[in-house]
Structures are given as C-alpha cells and as structure tokens.
C-alpha cells in the first residue's frame, strides 16, 4: 500500500548528528523528529515536493535527500541547511534514516561529496550506489 512505510533510524545517525540537534533543540527537536518520521512514512508523496530530491535510483533502492526546518524555528526547510539522508527500499516499504545533518555539521566545500563519503565509509550496504 502506498504511503504506509516503516521508518528506521540507523544507530550511526542516532549517535552523530541525531544527538547535537537534540542537544540544542530540545522538546522542539522531539516533535520535529516526529514530523520527520510522519513525512517519511509517505515517502512516495514527499519525493514530489521540491522539499525531496532522489539523488540515486537503484530500482528497488532509492537514496534521497530532503530538507526540514526544526519546529519552532522561523527558518524555512530550504533555508535551514537542515538535510535528511534516507534509503528508500520500495519493496520493503521502509525507509532507513541514514544521516540527518546541518550544512555546518559538515566540514568540506563540497556537501553533496561529503555526506556520500560518510555514507560508504558507514553504511557498506550502500557502497557500491556512490
């Protein structure tokens, strides 16, 4: 059934960047992690929104990139530079959270190479799609 996935979050992005959005966050970050978990369950709706980009299909596996605001905050999810890695595995109906970072959390110049990095360097499952 679409619109009806089981959302997962990995234990590496629990630990990494999970923690410091909590940290400073907050309630505000609890029920935005919610949000995100509700938006994620309907993933199939969401990679139509300019909030979603599919950045690798690999049939039954898609890698996407979407972007949130914290609640509470006046910032939009564009100009946030708040950004959530997610597997999509369509047969399964799950998705797996595999990173949820701010632009700052990252070091290098290049975003999209640095979260790819961390992604194969932490996830061998996802390797070989980067």
């Known amino acids: 059934m679409p619109g ?4 997962n979050i990995e234990v590496f992005a ?8 909590s940290k400073k966050y907050k309630a505000k970050w609890d029920v935005t992690l919610l949000a995100i978990m509700a938006e994620l369950e309907r993933i199939d709706a ?5 909030r979603a980009e ?6 039954d596996i898609l890698i996407i ?5 914290v609640a ?4 939009s ?4 530079g708040n950004r959530c890695i997610v597997a999509w595995h369509k047969q399964q109906q799950s998705v797996s959270v595999l990173l949820v970072y701010t632009k700052t959390d990252l070091s290098g ?3 999209t190479a640095e979260w790819q990095q961390i992604i194969k360097n932490n996830y061998p499952a996802y390797k070989h799609l980067f």
């Not at 599919?54 to 049939?59: E, L, N, Q």
């Not at 990139?65 to 605001?69: D, E, G, H, S």
């Open 4 to 7: 009806n996935n089981a959302v």
């Open 14 to 21: 629990e630990r990494h960047f999970i923690k410091s959005f």
């Open 54 to 59: 599919t950045v690798c299909d690999a049939g």
């Open 65 to 69: 990139k979407t972007k949130f605001r």
């Open 77 to 80: 999810a564009k100009t946030s």
């Open 46 to 50: 969401l990679i139509l929104t300019s």
């Open 109 to 111: 110049h290049n975003e």
């Open 72 to 75: 509470g905050t006046q910032e």
